[in-house]
Nanobody, 114 residues
Framework: QVQLVESGGGLVQAGGSLRLSCVAS???????MAWHRQAPGKKRELVAR???????NYADSVKERFTISRDNAKNAVYLQMNTLKPEDAAVYYC?????????WGQGTQVTVSS
């Protein structure tokens, strides 16, 4: 069973930065890793995804502001969020795929004050 532990959320002023971390345990191999977010009253959406070999892709709304990266030795994925906007406020969820199975973290709250 794969478990995900997220950290790094919090309150930040608009224009500020946060770095989210997610560490996976329970498997020696982790496939694609991603961050999703869900704001109140909205559907969960993909923010950024990174393949096992390190190829990233981003939602248009966060391109040029967010950077996803991973450390395969630590089974970790990170999301560096810069120039945060009030519309980035949401619960951010880590998501990984391991041998075709999907796993989600518990979510970490990001609040952006204007």
């Amino acid at each position: 069973q794969v478990q995900l532990v997220e950290s790094g959320g919090g309150l930040v002023q608009a224009g500020g930065s946060l770095r989210l971390s997610c560490v996976a345990s329970g498997s020696s191999f982790i496939g694609a890793m991603a961050w999703h977010r869900q704001a109140p009253g909205k559907k969960r959406e993909l923010v950024a995804r990174i393949t096992a070999d390190g190829s990233p892709n981003y939602a248009d709304s966060v391109k040029e502001r967010f950077t996803i990266s991973r450390d395969n030795a630590k089974n970790a994925v990170y999301l560096q969020m810069n120039t945060l906007k009030p519309e980035d406020a949401a619960v951010y969820y880590c998501h990984v795929v391991v041998w075709g199975h999907s796993y989600w973290g518990q979510g970490t709250q990001v609040t952006v004050s204007s």
